[in-house]
C-alpha cells in the first residue's frame, strides 16, 4: 500500500502505476489516478475501448477520482482481484472499489465493470468522465441517454453507463460524465455495461451490489484452497491471483499478459503483443499451479494447450490464440504509443518461428500432470509420442530460441537443452503414459544431444555453458540446467553458469537475459522472471540462505499492489514491458516453493 499522489508524464502514468482486475475474459489496467487506462472487449485479445495506456490523447479511459488534488492508497480486497483505491483531500476520505464482476453460472454475454464509492470521512467531491473509443481508438462512439442510462454504440458493440447518486451525467460529444459529493457513510455506483452483438442489459442496483459481493467470495474462495504456507505467503498468493486473472475461462488458456506494446526500453521499438498463450510456459504453469493445489486450473490449461496444437500437430506453434487458433498475424496500428514508443503492435509474428525449446516445455508439462494424476487418455499419449519423435529430427537445426530473437537462427544451448528435456520426458511417460515403441531412438538422440552441448556449448575459459555453439556469452535462460535435470544442480557445470550469468548479467539483483545481438534496435530492462530463475538455481544448488536473500529483495520490487511487469529499469526501478507478466509470476511462485523445499 502507497500513500503519495499520483503523477504522469505527458498523459502516460508509469506503468508501475497500474493495478488489474478481470472476470475469466478480460482484464482492465486502473491507474492510481482512478482512470482505467486499459480494457477491451469483449475479450482480453479483442480490441481496446478504453486504450489510453497506449495513446493518451486518442485512445479513450474512464476515469473516478477526486475533483482536486488527493493522496493514493490502494490495496486489493484480501484474496480477491478487487481493487480499492483510498483517495484522501483536505475535506475527506472516499474509497472506490472496482471489480469486473463474475457472471456465476455460465458464461453469459454480459460484461460488467463495476465502480462503487463509498464517504469514509468529511465530504469529498468526486468526478468521473467516461471517453470510449471503439476499435484500438479509432471509433469515437455516438453517446445518447436512455431511460436512466448512458449508451455508446458503434457498430454491433455497445456500452451502457448505469449510475446512482453519482451526479446527473452530461454529453459532451463521445465523452460524459458527472461531479458528485459523497459524505461519510454515504455511496455511489456507476456501472459499466457491455454487449457484442446482443442486446445490452441495464442492471439494476441491488443485483450489482449482490454481484460485486459474489465476486468477492468466488475469490475469496478460490484463494482459499491455494495451499502455500512458507514465505513470501502474501506474494505467492497475489501471484496465484494473477495467473487465475490471466486465465481465459472458455478455453483454459492462460495469456501472457494483459496488455500490448507496452515497451521495454523507454521510447524503443521493443513493443510486442503478449495477450496469447505461449508454449514455451507450460511446464512453469504446470509446476506453479499444482503446487499450489490449482490442479483444475492445471488439467485445464494441459488439455487446452493439447488440444490447439492438433492444429499443427506434430508441430508446435510458438503460441496459440486464446480460443486455441493459429492467426496471430502481425500488425502495426496508428497509436502514438506509451510514451511515444512505436511501433504498436498486435498479433505477434513470433508465433511461426522455430523454438526447439517448446518441445521441452510441452513434454514436461505432460510428466508434471502424469505424475500428479497418473494418466493421459490414449490419443494424447499418440500424439505426445508423435511429438517426442519430431524433436529426434528438428533438434540439429538452428532456432530462434526462447527469447524469440529477430535475428539468424543459431543453435542456441537452451534449446538443445530442452530437445533433450523432451526425449528424456518421452522416456520416463513411456514407463506407463504413452506408446514406448521409439523409446530406442529417443534414449540415442538424448545421449547425441547431450554430447553436442556438453562438447560444444561449454566454455572452460568462463568455466560456464554459453549461449550458443561458437558463442563466448552466456544467457540467463541457462539458469534452468539444473532446474530442468539437465545437470546436477548443485554440480561444477550447474555452479559455474550460474557464477557467469551473475558475473557477466546482473545488476544488483536483477539479471539481464543476455547481452549479444538479437537483429533489433535499442536496449531493454532486466528481465525480472529471469532474477526469479536464479534465485530458484541457488535453492537447488543448496544454498538457501543466498536464494532467501535475493527473494526477500525481489519480492520488494513488486507495485504497491504485488503485481510485476516483464521488465524492470535497474537504475530507476520503473516497470517495463507488459502489465502483469504471467511469466514473471510464475517464476516468482516456483522460486518461492523451491526455496521451501529445499530448506525442508
Known amino acids: 500500500m502507497t500513500d503519495s499522489s499520483p503523477r504522469r508524464a505527458d498523459g502516460y502514468a508509469p506503468i508501475r502505476d497500474y493495478a488489474a482486475i478481470g472476470d475469466g475474459r478480460t482484464v482492465a ?103 470510449p473509443r471503439f476499435g484500438y481508438g479509432r471509433v469515437a462512439p455516438r453517446i445518447a441517454r436512455r431511460q436512466r442510462a448512458l449508451i455508446a454504440t458503434s457498430g454491433g458493440e455497445a456500452l451502457a453507463v448505469s449510475s446512482w447518486d453519482a451526479g446527473d451525467p452530461r454529453i459532451e460529444g463521445a465523452a460524459a460524465g458527472a461531479e458528485f459529493t459523497v459524505s461519510e457513510g454515504g455511496s455511489a455506483m ?88 505461449w508454449v514455451r510456459d507450460a511446464a512453469f504453469t504446470l509446476a506453479a499451479l499444482l503446487s499450489l493445489d490449482s490442479d483444475e486450473e492445471a488439467t485445464t490449461f494441459l488439455w487446452w494447450l493439447l488440444q490447439a496444437s492438433q492444429r499443427t500437430h506434430p508441430r508446435l506453434d510458438v503460441l496459440y490464440r486464446l480460443d486455441g487458433g493459429t492467426g496471430t498475424r502481425e500488425r502495426e496500428l496508428e497509436l502514438e504509443g506509451y510514451g511515444g514508443a512505436r511501433p504498436v503492435r498486435i498479433g505477434n509474428g513470433a508465433a511461426s ?60 544451448t537452451h534449446s538443445k537443452m530442452l530437445c533433450w528435456v523432451a526425449l528424456d520426458r518421452a522416456l520416463r511417460l513411456a514407463q506407463n503414459a504413452i506408446p514406448g515403441t521409439r523409446a530406442p531412438l529417443w534414449r540415442h538422440t538424448a545421449d547425441q544431444i547431450r554430447d553436442f552441448v556438453e562438447h560444444r556449448c561449454w566454455s572452460e575459459e568462463k568455466r560456464s555453458y554459453v549461449r550458443a555453439q561458437g558463442s563466448n556469452e552466456v544467457d540467463a535462460s541457462l539458469l534452468l540446467s539444473g532446474v530442468v535435470g539437465f545437470t546436477d544442480p548443485g554440480g561444477r557445470r550447474a555452479l559455474g553458469t550460474i557464477a557467469a550469468i551473475r558475473r557477466e548479467l546482473a545488476h544488483g539483483p536483477l539479471l539481464h537475459r543476455y547481452r549479444g545481438d538479437d537483429g533489433l534496435p535499442g536496449d531493454e530492462g532486466a528481465f525480472l522472471a529471469c532474477s526469479f530463475w536464479l534465485v530458484d538455481a541457488l535453492a537447488r544448488a543448496g544454498r538457501v540462505d543466498e536464494a532467501a536473500e535475493l527473494m526477500d529483495e525481489l519480492v520488494s520490487l513488486g507495485n504497491d499492489v504485488g503485481l510485476y511487469s516483464e521488465e524492470i529499469d535497474p537504475s530507476s526501478g520503473a516497470f517495463l514491458g507488459n502489465m502483469p507478466q504471467g511469466l514473471t509470476h510464475l517464476a516468482l511462485v516456483n522460486a518461492a516453493v523451491s526455496i521451501s523445499r529445499a530448506a525442508a
Open 190 to 277: 456507476i456501472v459499466l455495461a457491455t454487449a457484442t452483438q446482443e442486446p445490452v442489459v441495464l442492471p439494476g442496483r441491488a443485483a450489482v451490489e449482490r454481484r460485486l459481493a459474489d465476486t468477492i467470495e468466488f475469490w475469496q474462495g478460490w484463494t482459499g484452497k491455494r495451499r502455500y504456507e512458507g514465505a513470501w505467503s502474501e506474494a505467492v498468493l497475489r501471484s496465484a491471483l494473477v495467473l487465475k486473472l490471466l486465465a481465459y475461462a472458455p478455453s483454459g488458456a492462460i495469456a501472457a499478459a494483459a496488455t500490448t506494446s507496452l515497451p521495454e526500453h523507454p521510447g524503443g521499438q521493443r513493443n510486442w503483443d503478449y495477450r496469447f498463450s
Open 353 to 412: 518461428q522455430l523454438q526447439l525449446g517448446i518441445y521441452g516445455e510441452l513434454l514436461e508439462a505432460a510428466l508434471l500432470h502424469v505424475s500428479a494424476h497418473g494418466r493421459l487418455d490414449r490419443d494424447s499419449g499418440r500424439r505426445i509420442a508423435e511429438i517426442a519423435t519430431l524433436v529426434c529430427s528438428l533438434w540439429r537445426q538452428p532456432d530462434l530460441g526462447i527469447w524469440e530473437v529477430r535475428s539468424d537462427p543459431r543453435h542456441f
Open 29 to 131: 489496467l486502473i491507474a492510481r489516478d482512478g482512470s482505467i487506462d486499459w480494457l477491451c472487449l469483449p475479450n482480453l485479445d479483442s480490441p481496446s475501448v478504453f486504450g489510453a495506456l497506449l495513446d493518451a490523447r486518442r485512445g479513450g479511459r474512464f476515469v473516478l477520482a477526486p475533483a482536486g488534488p488527493s493522496r493514493v492508497e490502494r490495496r486489493y480486497v484480501p484474496g480477491t482481484n478487487v481493487l480499492e483505491t483510498t483517495f484522501r483531500t483536505s475535506d475527506g476520505a472516499a474509497r472506490v472499489t472496482d471489480a469486473l464482476t463474475l457472471p456465476g453460472a455460465g458464461l453469459p454475454p454480459l460484461r460488467e465493470l463495476v465502480r462503487r464509492v463509498e464517504g469514509i470521512s468529511g465530504d469529498v467531491r468526486m468526478a468521473w468522465r467516461f471517453e
